[in-house]
């Protein structure tokens, strides 16, 4: 299945010299292509200037014919596919349809490549250079999201692309903060049993990487676009993740931050909660003191609101993006903000 950046991506493509920016600190990236594909993810800061921001190695011309021969090599590949779709059976099909998608895709993204090499590469600045063209030492998380973050605006400021994820890692294989004296990944702190110095610093590393998208949200309202607008107008930043309750690997009820998009209609300033009523009646039961009485564990592993899909939130900000669709995944609703 298509991941939303995805779908965005076929939109704002023909515009930007790149469909979309992939970035995870560690594992795999949140991009899937339309068969099902997971694109690689990139890590190193200064790779990641390299690719959107520096010229090809060798030069123009040689990486026009290495694209060209590419672009034969596929030619063929696809001639051969015409011939065996001829003798295969029904059964075969499926992966035969996936695949040519997969040949098509990589059609597409060799010709975008060789019609942008004429175009020149944005300027960018001595102080943007120095900001974004290095590489963190692994003791230095935060510096690092603020690194990437830096990378994102200027790619969206110099409209290189209009498309981007950022993973702070999977929740198996995420990220220890050794500069703020934690060893532990994120995994290993949720599973905390109710310890006390657990939890401690699971609420340091959380704020952590909320003070960072904070960061990058500051960023955004301070650099202009190419038509002279602060970007965080005309940008959407969703914060989030697919856990709410690591501690039993709860998925349900997600706690999500939306910023951002102002010029494209969004309205913020309010907490939206999808599960205090549902269908006409409340969902979770609320003390005198107005604290929820409900037990957080289950409020989090299970959900309050069987209607309120996080797709649901997805399909506005696709739909926002220009992308003519009225379902997304198990979507039942478009999320009105």
Same mark, same amino acid.
């Given at each position: 299945?298509?991941?939303?950046d995805?779908?965005m991506a076929e939109?704002? =493509?023909?515009h930007?010299?790149?469909?979309?920016?992939e970035?995870?600190l560690?594992?795999e990236?949140?991009g899937?292509?339309a068969?099902g594909?997971?694109l &690689?993810?990139?890590r190193l800061? !200064?790779?990641?200037f390299?690719s959107?921001f520096e010229g &090809?190695? $060798?030069g123009?011309?040689a990486?026009?014919? !290495?694209?060209?021969?590419?672009?034969?090599?596929? /030619?063929?590949?696809?001639?051969e596919?015409?011939r065996?779709?001829?003798?295969i059976? =029904?059964?075969?099909? +499926?992966?035969?349809d996936q695949?040519?998608?997969?040949?098509r895709?990589?059609?597409i993204?060799?010709r975008? =490549? /060789?019609a942008w090499?004429d175009?020149p590469? &944005?300027?960018v600045?001595?102080a943007d250079?120095?900001r974004?063209n290095r590489?963190?030492?692994?003791v230095m998380?935060? /510096?690092?999201?603020?690194?990437?973050?830096?990378?994102?605006?200027?790619?969206?400021q110099?409209d290189?692309?209009?498309?981007?994820?950022?993973?702070? $890692?999977?929740e198996g294989?995420?990220f220890?903060?050794?500069?703020?004296?934690?060893?532990?990944?994120?995994?290993q702190?949720?599973?905390?049993?109710?310890?006390?110095g657990h %939890?401690?610093? @699971?609420?340091?590393?959380?704020?952590?990487?909320?003070?960072q998208f904070s960061?990058?949200?500051?960023?955004?309202?301070?650099t202009?676009?190419?038509?002279g607008? &602060? @970007?965080? $107008?005309?940008?959407?930043?969703? *914060?989030?993740?697919?856990?709410?309750?690591g501690?039993?690997?709860?998925?349900?009820n @997600?706690?999500?931050?939306?910023?951002?998009? !102002? /010029?494209?209609?969004?309205?913020? +300033?309010s907490?939206v909660? *999808?599960n205090k009523?549902?269908k006409? *009646?409340q969902?979770?039961?609320l003390?005198a003191?107005?604290?929820?009485?409900t037990?957080?564990?289950?409020?989090?592993?299970?959900p309050?609101?069987?209607?309120?899909h %996080?797709s649901?939130q997805?399909?506005?900000?696709?739909?926002r993006?220009?992308v003519?669709?009225?379902?997304?995944?198990?979507s039942?609703t478009?999320?009105? @903000?």
């Amino acid at each position: 299945m298509i991941s939303v950046d995805q779908k965005m991506a076929e939109i704002t =493509a023909k515009h930007t010299r790149y469909p979309s920016m992939e970035v995870a600190l560690t594992g795999e990236s949140l991009g899937w292509t339309a068969d099902g594909v997971r694109l &690689p993810a990139m890590r190193l800061c !200064s790779e990641i200037f390299a690719s959107l921001f520096e010229g &090809p190695k $060798g030069g123009v011309a040689a990486q026009r014919r !290495s694209l060209r021969r590419k672009g034969s090599v596929l /030619d063929a590949n696809l001639a051969e596919v015409r011939r065996l779709e001829q003798a295969i059976g =029904a059964a075969d099909k +499926g992966r035969m349809d996936q695949y040519l998608t997969s040949v098509r895709e990589a059609e597409i993204r060799t010709r975008r =490549a /060789d019609a942008w090499l004429d175009s020149p590469l &944005p300027v960018v600045s001595e102080a943007d250079r120095k900001r974004t063209n290095r590489d963190i030492a692994a003791v230095m998380a935060g /510096d690092y999201f603020r690194t990437v973050y830096d990378l994102i605006v200027l790619a969206f400021q110099t409209d290189v692309t209009r498309v981007a994820t950022f993973s702070l $890692g999977g929740e198996g294989d995420a990220f220890s903060i050794p500069e703020i004296g934690i060893t532990e990944s994120r995994h290993q702190l949720s599973h905390h049993g109710g310890d006390a110095g657990h %939890m401690e610093k @699971l609420t340091n590393y959380d704020t952590i990487a909320i003070e960072q998208f904070s960061y990058f949200l500051t960023r955004l309202a301070e650099t202009k676009d190419l038509n002279g607008q &602060p @970007l965080i $107008g005309s940008t959407m930043a969703l *914060f989030g993740s697919g856990m709410s309750y690591g501690h039993s690997h709860g998925n349900a009820n @997600l706690p999500l931050v939306l910023a951002g998009g !102002s /010029d494209i209609g969004l309205k913020h +300033g309010s907490h939206v909660d *999808f599960n205090k009523t549902a269908k006409g *009646f409340q969902c979770y039961a609320l003390g005198a003191d107005g604290a929820l009485s409900t037990a957080h564990y289950q409020l989090c592993s299970r959900p309050a609101n069987a209607d309120a899909h %996080m797709s649901n939130q997805l399909l506005m900000m696709a739909q926002r993006m220009g992308v003519e669709i009225d379902k997304f995944g198990d979507s039942n609703t478009v999320v009105e @903000l």
